[in-house]
């Protein structure tokens, strides 16, 4: 009898924390504790993470983070996600203090600066496959790129506990593209949640159809003869942008970060865990957890 494969879950930290925050920002719910603070965000945080390590049971479970705006594709292309504003002031504590939670559980925090934590969690999954099963637990549908044979995406959807778990035979049958494919996409569709142009006059359709005769971006381009007229000048007018766009949309596999499987492992101390949360006046967020059963003194 062999062994079961251990299971890591990786956590998109951001991912979680934005949208805990924003399902309780519209109506005003910011919890702020007695020293002004609000929790809402964290609060949320928790239920996601813990409502996930219930459905989806893994055994390693660590958490990635942005670690700042700055980043290498910023450096390549400074308007990289420049459409976005800044932070809601009610959130910006709780960036620091939603790690601390995450310490006190002994789960790692994993981020690196000059990276976002899509290339965190691409270099994490690309190491731990080898010996693990990688789940991703996140909203953004970036990540979609990273998924293959070892590693399945768990995405978000609206509430807690609804999700949409794709694996490399859902993302083709949904997209008849493969998952590596979809960095090509971006690259000619482009993507306004991160700001980037792709090829100006390539959407979604022809992109697909472009990638599903020629497979990428290097084939289209090899084959620029074989377009139509429209297609072929609109590709040649934004050839730079086109190689930029693809490395901006490509997730690195190879930031010098690393994740031990033994420093991951669910083994959260009761005593240590409700301390912080106690700390944090996050009254009740203990029956929130599905590993209730999990805590060892």
């Not at 994993?110 to 994490?124: K, M, V, W, Y």
């Not at 044979?149 to 490399?168: A, E």
């Not at 730079?240 to 033994?262: G, Y």
Request: aromatic share 6%.
């Amino acid at each position: 009898m062999t062994n079961k494969r251990p299971s890591l879950m990786l956590v998109d930290g951001m991912a979680l924390l934005f949208r805990a925050f924003y399902a309780t920002a519209v109506t005003g719910q910011f919890m702020i504790n007695s020293k002004g603070i609000p929790t809402n965000g964290i609060h949320g945080f928790i239920k996601h993470m813990f409502t996930a390590v219930s459905t989806f049971k893994p055994t390693h479970l660590a958490v990635c983070w942005d670690m700042g705006s700055k980043t290498f594709r910023t450096e390549l292309f400074p308007d990289y996600k420049g459409n976005r504003g800044e932070a809601p002031v009610e959130l910006i504590p709780q960036f620091d203090l939603v790690k601390e939670v995450v310490e006190s559980f002994d789960i790692p925090n994993i981020g690196l600066e000059g990276f976002e934590a899509d290339d965190c969690i691409g270099t994490i999954a690309n190491q731990a496959k080898e010996h693990s099963d990688v789940s991703i637990l996140t909203g953004d549908q970036d990540i979609l790129q990273l998924l293959d044979d070892r590693v399945s995406v768990i995405l978000l959807k609206k509430g807690y506990g609804n999700y949409l778990v794709h694996t490399p035979e859902t993302f083709i049958e949904e997209k008849g593209i493969t998952p590596r494919q979809m960095i090509d996409l971006k690259a000619l569709m482009g993507d306004t949640s991160d700001n980037y142009p792709g090829v100006k006059g390539i959407g979604e359709k022809t992109a697909l159809k472009l990638l599903k005769q020629f497979e990428h971006v290097e084939g289209i381009i090899s084959n620029l003869d074989q377009l139509s007229k429209s297609h072929k000048t609109k590709i040649e007018q934004d050839l730079d942008m086109l190689h930029l766009s693809r490395r901006l949309a490509e997730i690195k596999c190879d930031v010098p970060v690393t994740c031990k499987l033994e420093e991951a492992g669910l083994r959260i101390a009761k005593e240590k865990a409700l301390s912080k949360l106690q700390e944090l006046e996050l009254r009740g967020v203990h029956r929130l957890l599905p590993l209730e059963e999990a805590f060892i003194s």
